[in-house]
């Protein structure tokens, strides 16, 4: 593979290269100007794309790096109204404008003469969103990010107290993997006490942002939320039919493996009965995984393991790390979950997780590397409008770099039976995921299906369809408090609804691209990369193609490939 992860900044050639986003009056002269502009032929269409482009490319990176910088920082009030303003004061006025230029492209006379396979997937985003486009619904939508963002601020100051110390929730989680189970139900009780001090202000913003969110499809032209968030998140290639039928292989076909897990869980902790805090824990006598200290030391192991799968992939980890483009260890005051964050100008992401030393962490770093990876291979497309690639494939991306660099792990566990046990943790957690990947996705779809809904609708709703999707091995008696409110601790429920049944899609098609590695490493890491580096230029299933794969989430292909699985886990 002939790729280099020494990417520059792209070079600026319509705006001033010292320009930054500080204010509406500083932006609207670009796009006064691109409006205006007479195109006289195709050749001054396509400059006029790749201006606009190129103005698209600073905004999104400034705006990405106000929200890396509050996430980072949740407790830094400047930080916040810094996001903020850009989402009431800049996005607004930006919005029509935007609206403005996407009809000036589609009207042009000259977009038949553009190659129609090169553009074929961008134009059709761009004709989704003036489709979508609502005068109306540009006050809602700069209110709607702004409280998405609360979610992060009112989890960000959650911390218990274990044998004497403060703890993040993340870093407190650790404490769930001990061999003394009185420990590992202390620290259970005390996460889920903690979540439920807010699950009034909690249950409250969703309440809040379902009741935007509904009045904004209904500006669109769509009956209920769900239907709109089809088609912004341009789910072109299935639908919400598909969506049902993946809940219900995931029953059939997933449920009886995970039971099967739980069950070789009891009899290895020597248990009468599995209770939620035991599903992480060891055996007495078997020290929990902990495969590094520091976020310098994941840093460093991360990037062996990449170089090993080839020297790029480590490059990648390497420019990012020189960049200053990681943050990786949980504190105080920094927002839960992990996310990598494409920069469109810089060209190497950033990555933001909460770390705390555990196979979870391990698992996460690799994970949002591949999607660095991602960004990486799509950095040189021409267009930033090429490089949106659908959240599937960028799942696909992330997924199988957990499966891929799995084989060599032993940076992190150098003990064979340590390697071995992180290798089976592995396994298990991509089948153990599609419960909950199942029950969050089906109870968004009856939220905004029945958007007038109580509180004590939804408490009720959602433990019946928790319920479907929880194992019968677990004993869960006496903690229906807890678990009534277990979706709040979901960040995609509050910041990027809808944005969850990929990471199930994504994971089918991670398990086929690792059974090609089984077969032939090299093969699959072409098949990988190919994929990647056409970023959003191709339609979804082609995109699978390239990668190999069929676009197929039917059960019995749910069922072939969690059989695979299972069938790694007894070689093991």
Request: glycine share 6%.
């Amino acid at each position: 593979m002939n790729y280099s992860a020494d990417i520059s900044k792209l070079p600026r050639h319509y705006l001033p290269v010292d320009f930054t986003v500080e204010n509406w009056s500083a932006l609207e002269p670009f796009f006064i100007e691109l409006d205006a502009r007479p195109i006289r032929n195709v050749e001054d269409l396509q400059q006029w794309l790749k201006d606009a482009s190129e103005l698209e490319a600073v905004v999104s990176e400034d705006v990405c790096w106000r929200q890396i910088k509050m996430t980072c920082d949740t407790e830094n009030k400047t930080l916040e109204e810094s996001f903020n303003f850009f989402m009431m004061e800049i996005q607004p006025q930006m919005q029509p404008w935007s609206d403005k230029l996407n009809r000036k492209l589609v009207g042009s006379p000259f977009l038949d003469k553009l190659d129609p396979e090169k553009y074929f997937t961008y134009l059709r985003n761009v004709k989704k969103n003036i489709d979508l486009f609502q005068e109306t619904n540009i006050q809602l939508q700069a209110e709607v990010n702004v409280m998405q963002q609360q979610f992060g601020m009112i989890a960000g100051k959650m911390t218990v107290e274990i044998n004497g110390q403060e703890f993040t929730l993340q870093q407190a989680a650790k404490f769930l993997e001990d061999p003394d189970r009185s420990l590992r139900e202390e620290t259970w009780r005390k996460i889920g006490d903690r979540r439920l001090q807010d699950k009034g202000a909690l249950n409250e913003l969703y309440t809040q942002l379902l009741q935007k969110r509904q009045q904004i499809a209904i500006n669109a032209g769509f009956e209920n939320f769900r239907d709109f968030r089809f088609v912004e998140l341009g789910r072109f290639d299935y639908n919400k039919e598909e969506c049902f039928r993946f809940h219900e292989a995931v029953q059939l076909y997933v449920l009886p493996l995970v039971d099967k897990i739980y069950e070789t869980k009891k009899k290895r902790l020597g248990l009468d009965d599995l209770r939620p805090w035991d599903v992480e824990a060891e055996p007495a006598g078997t020290e929990p995984l902990r495969p590094f200290k520091t976020g310098v030391e994941l840093t460093n192991k991360a990037i062996t393991c990449f170089d090993q799968l080839g020297h790029f992939f480590g490059d990648c980890l390497r420019k990012m790390n020189e960049m200053g483009h990681l943050d990786l260890e949980s504190r105080k005051g920094k927002a839960p979950g992990g996310y990598n964050c494409p920069l469109a100008e810089s060209g190497a992401p950033f990555i933001f997780m909460n770390a705390a030393g555990t196979l979870d962490d391990v698992t996460t770093m690799v994970h949002e590397g591949g999607h660095a990876v991602h960004s990486f291979l799509a950095h040189e497309l021409e267009l930033n409008g090429f490089k949106e690639y659908p959240t599937e494939i960028a799942e696909v991306a992330s997924m199988a770099m957990e499966l891929f660099s799995m084989a060599h792990w032993d940076v992190f566990f150098q003990d064979k039976e340590e390697l071995k046990r992180a290798k089976e943790q592995q396994l298990e957690r991509v089948i153990t995921i599609f419960p909950w990947i199942a029950t969050i996705d089906k109870f968004q779809h009856w939220v905004y299906e029945n958007p007038e809904h109580t509180e004590a609708e939804r408490a009720e709703n959602w433990m019946r369809i928790l319920n479907e999707f929880s194992s019968s091995v677990v004993n869960f008696s006496g903690l229906e408090n807890y678990r009534s409110y277990a979706w709040q601790r979901q960040l995609h429920l509050f910041e990027v609804p809808f944005y969850y049944i990929e990471y199930g899609i994504a994971q089918l098609g991670a398990i086929g691209l690792w059974q090609q590695y089984q077969q032939n490493p090299e093969q699959a890491l072409r098949n990988y990369t190919k994929a990647l580096e056409l970023g959003g230029t191709k339609t979804l299933p082609q995109l699978f193609n390239a990668a190999g794969l069929n676009f197929d989430f039917r059960p019995e292909n749910i069922r072939s490939l969690m059989n695979f699985v299972q069938d790694q886990m007894e070689k093991l």
